[in-house]
């Protein structure tokens, strides 16, 4: 009788917990560090998410000042899809 309900219980546990742990994975966004000049501060660092990259149409700002992936002008403009 043990190994009857063993043979049941234990794959529909694996099932259910497989299905529970799908759905607790969370996609968490990769930071990284970008760069904008402020003509009174100067060189800026700040934290952005994966989306800012230096492919796309669309650039990346903050506070209206254009990112780059180094502290020069020389750097890559960062720029989003």
Known sequence: MKTNLLKLVL??????LAVGLAFATE???VLQEAYYYHPISGWQTVMVGDNCTNIGEIPC???GYQLYDAPSFSGQ???KD
Request: hydrophobic residues 45%.
């Open 11 to 16: 794959p529909a546990f694996a099932i259910i």
């Open 27 to 29: 996609d968490s966004p």
């Open 61 to 63: 700002t903050q506070d």
């Open 77 to 79: 403009a960062l720029k």
